[in-house]
């Protein structure tokens, strides 16, 4: 089991910045890649960015080259660094965790922290 919970979310202008923060606690040596997703109302959840064991990373094409998204040493908080902010990056920003424990995958969800982009 892992648990997972995120800060840093809040109202910022456009072009401006915030960081997304998601600790993560319980068994963290079973975590296989850890992404941020986001939602808009009468939207999909999509993915944001995501970043492997090896610390490979990938990007939605909307957010390359303003996000960027990393890790701590101890490999058990992700970041989610957000710059160059627009309207439309307004969303609940949720964490995800994905574990393999003998070759059984499993999701873990954090329980999203709001951003708000304003014109």
């Known amino acids: 089991q892992v648990q997972l919970v995120e800060s840093g979310g809040g109202l910022v202008q456009a072009g401006g910045s915030l960081r997304l923060s998601c600790a993560a606690s319980g068994n963290i040596f079973s975590i296989n890649s850890m992404s941020w997703y986001r939602q808009a109302p009468g939207k999909q959840r999509e993915l944001v960015a995501r970043i492997t064991g090896t610390d490979n990373t990938n990007y939605a094409d909307s957010v390359k080259g303003r996000f960027t998204i990393s890790r701590n040493n101890a490999k058990n908080t992700v970041f989610l660094q957000m710059n160059s902010l627009i309207p439309e990056d307004t969303a609940v920003y949720y964490c995800?965790?994905?574990?393999?424990?003998?070759?059984?995958?499993?999701?873990?969800w954090g329980q999203g922290t709001q951003v708000t982009v304003s014109s």
């Open positions: 995800s965790a994905v574990t393999v424990v003998f070759r059984q995958s499993a999701d873990y």
